[in-house]
């Protein structure tokens, strides 16, 4: 295995490193000058966007303050107007999105070598970190007593924020209101938009479906609880197939929904094979936004371009996807259909439902006019004769 990445920095007159923690994958910072509550929020904002991290050795209730404060500096910037080309606009407020979240992510604070913050007044956050990093690896190198690893006060928040949505979890009206529990990094329904549509599109067969790319396995709970006798439901990445076991077993579930570890599709074919790919043709800023983010539409074109092979005769392919990148100019509607063409589908129906989450009626958003115009939609499509 791969030593893990290391940050360094003095304190004390004295060298010292900890291993470096990233879900997002930035590198670990080069310059790190210490802070406490004595430091002022305007030479903390000055030294961050100059690129010198600071860790925090102060109250940890400050270090939130000092956040919000580096947070309110950025914001009160001067803004470019949004250019006329929707595109345009995309990629220029993704950069702006990616800067803001680079100098936020400046301000770090330690963990000990069971996960805890070593600071006065800091929450209990061993059970939210171990959730997401599992436990901890051996410092590679002297690691300071009190700094097992170094993380920013802006992820710890984040995972803190993902562990009460894991434990709470998230209603679900398909599921009669029953609760889908998302583990860290794994795609939220918290937009349940998409599954009210897979919830009241007509079904093909109730002997068997696929579910690609399942995440929390909603879908293919959903699947089960309308009669689906036998649900075969894909993912890649161990986070999802652990989080979709728990889910389906928690309700009731299990012994119809089978979950494999597939890039796509599982073997054979199926009456019903459904999926619900990223939306946007856009790079992922950090892992957990691929969810959201598919270069190239490599996950969209997978599926259409594979999905005759694994259809049964007369049997359909759910395609649930939403338009915001035809509205953002990333991709336009004549690309879809050729797809679908290219594929060799044809679409026998379409279900279209409008988006509820406050975004779409967000004025402010530079995106807003994408936004309010997007519909999700879900494509009901088969195999083309001949």
């Known amino acids: 295995m791969n030593a893990p990445p290391v940050v360094a920095w003095t304190e004390a007159d004295e060298a010292r490193t900890a291993v470096w923690r990233s879900e997002s994958g930035a590198p670990p910072p080069k310059r790190v000058v210490i802070a406490d509550d ?7 904002y000055k030294l961050v966007c100059e690129g010198t ?4 050795r102060g109250d940890f209730h400050n270090a939130r303050q000092m956040l919000t404060a580096l947070a309110r500096r950025i914001d009160r910037r001067p803004r470019k107007a949004p250019p006329a080309d929707p595109a345009l606009a995309f990629h220029q407020h993704r950069a ?10 400046m301000l770090l604070v330690p963990l000990d070598a069971e996960l805890a913050v070593p600071l006065p007044r800091a929450p209990d956050v ?8 599992g436990p901890p690896p051996e410092p590679a190198g002297p690691a300071a007593p009190d700094a097992a690893s ?4 802006r992820e710890l928040l984040g995972l803190i924020g993902a562990y009460e949505w894991r434990r709470k979890g998230v209603e679900i009206p398909a599921l009669g209101g029953d609760r889908i529990h998302p583990h860290y990094g794994v795609f939220s329904p918290a937009r349940g938009e998409y599954v009210d549509l897979v919830a009241e599109a007509p079904l093909p067969s109730l002997e068997l479906a696929f579910d690609i790319g399942t995440g929390t396995g909603v879908l293919a709970t959903v699947l089960a609880r309308r009669g689906v006798h036998r649900v075969v439901a894909t993912d890649q990445d161990p986070r999802a197939l652990a989080c979709a076991r728990e889910n389906t077993a928690r309700l009731g579930a299990a012994d119809r929904v089978e979950i494999i570890e597939a890039d796509l599709f599982p073997e054979g074919r199926a009456p019903l094979v459904i999926c619900n790919p990223p939306w946007v043709p856009a790079k992922p800023a950090a892992p957990v936004e691929h969810a ?17 092979a694994h ?4 049997g359909e392919g759910w395609l649930i996807l939403s338009d915001l990148a035809e509205h953002l100019g990333l991709r336009p509607h004549a690309e879809l259909l050729s797809a679908f063409e290219t594929a060799g589908l044809t679409v026998v129906g379409r279900h279209d439902i409008a988006p509820r989450h406050p975004r779409a009626r967000d004025a402010s958003d530079p995106l807003h006019a994408a936004r309010a115009a997007e519909v999700t939609s879900l494509w009901r499509l088969k195999a083309a004769e001949g």
């Open 150 to 153: 170094v993380v920013s006060l």
């Open 126 to 133: 061993r059970a939210a970190c171990a959730q997401a990093y």
């Open 311 to 314: 259809l049964t005769p007369d």
């Open 292 to 308: 959201v983010y598919d270069p190239g539409s490599r996950m969209l074109l997978g599926f259409l371009n594979g999905l005759a």
């Open 38 to 44: 004595r430091m002022k929020a305007d030479a903390a």
């Open 53 to 56: 991290a600071l860790l925090w």
């Open 96 to 105: 702006a999105q990616n800067q803001r979240a680079r100098i936020l992510g």
